[in-house]
């Protein structure tokens, strides 16, 4: 039986490993926040559903693997961010261009546009905190954990990211 604590990963009472039951309950418990990231991070739904089939699939088949030296969940992390990297990678890129249909951009639309355009623009390592701590609600522990990074580490990768998106936003679009 696993539980959810506080922290929001799950746990395995005794011995932390990765078995079929406790993989399948983490996916359970967090699949909107894995499709959420993982679109985020391949740049489309479709590619961040695939990464998370992907990385599914990888954990299944790869789970006798597992050191138990943290959570399934932020092993399952680490494998949907991988996973959706790998997506992005792979698919061709198109570039935007204007509305085919015509519609006229709103003040939302444009803001909207800029805040992905400012996010976009940041360097990788931020914009994955940015979508592990906002999309998915994660802590800095669970982020270290799925970048391979110290505690520390993600909190000046954070405070860098919101610097740079206020220097690229203004103030307002933050507050």
């Known amino acids: 039986m696993t539980e959810l604590p506080s922290s929001g990963l799950l746990r395995s009472p005794r011995r932390r490993e990765a078995t079929a039951a406790t993989i399948e309950a983490t996916y359970r418990a967090r699949a909107p926040e894995f499709i959420r990231v993982a679109t985020a991070i391949a740049g489309s739904r479709e590619g961040g559903r695939d990464a998370v089939q992907e990385a599914l699939t990888r954990a299944f088949a790869r789970r006798t693997t597992f050191r138990g030296t943290g959570t399934v969940e932020a092993w399952l992390w680490k494998a949907v961010v991988n ?93």
């Open 83 to 175: 996973a959706a990297r790998n997506v992005r990678e792979r698919s061709p890129r198109v570039a935007e261009g204007p509305d085919v249909d015509g519609a006229a951009h709103d003040a939302v639309d444009e803001r909207r546009d800029a805040v992905r355009a400012a996010v976009a623009a940041l360097p990788e390592r931020q914009r994955l905190a940015l979508f592990l701590r906002y999309y998915a609600d994660l802590d800095y522990a669970a982020i270290a954990s799925t970048l391979g990074v110290r505690r520390g580490t993600v909190s000046a990768t954070l405070n860098h990211a919101h610097e740079a998106l206020r220097a690229s936003l203004g103030e307002e679009v933050l507050a």
